[in-house]
């Protein structure tokens, strides 16, 4: 009981959906403040630097290699055929 007044359960919800943005703001805030200095103090590699570990391309060598390798085994196959 809130002075003469009963507080239900409905005005409850009511408040804490109109709380629920403002708590969500403040937390999103409160969690970038906490890292902005970080962040700032940490260079940013570039986009070709951090695709490098997932970059599947042949060298040259490689690709001659491979197209070698390749004819041989099918050159293999041709002969287990016949």
Same mark, same amino acid.
Do not use: W
């Given at each position: 009981?809130?002075?003469?007044?009963?507080?239900?359960?409905?005005?409850?919800?009511?408040?804490?959906?109109?709380?629920? *943005? $403002?708590?969500?703001?403040?937390? $999103?805030?409160?969690?970038?403040?906490?890292?902005? &200095?970080?962040?700032?103090?940490?260079?940013? *590699?570039? $986009?070709? &630097?951090?695709?490098?570990?997932?970059?599947?391309?042949?060298?040259?060598?490689?690709?001659?290699?491979?197209?070698? &390798?390749?004819?041989?085994?099918?050159?293999?196959? &041709?002969?287990?055929?016949?």
């Amino acid at each position: 009981m809130v002075g003469n007044k009963t507080v239900t359960s409905s005005e409850h919800r009511r408040v804490a959906k109109r709380l629920l *943005p $403002f708590a969500i703001i403040a937390a $999103f805030a409160a969690g970038l403040a906490g890292c902005s &200095e970080s962040i700032s103090s940490v260079s940013v *590699p570039r $986009f070709s &630097e951090l695709m490098r570990g997932y970059d599947d391309t042949l060298t040259a060598q490689q690709q001659k290699d491979a197209i070698a &390798e390749l004819q041989k085994d099918q050159a293999q196959a &041709e002969a287990a055929k016949n």
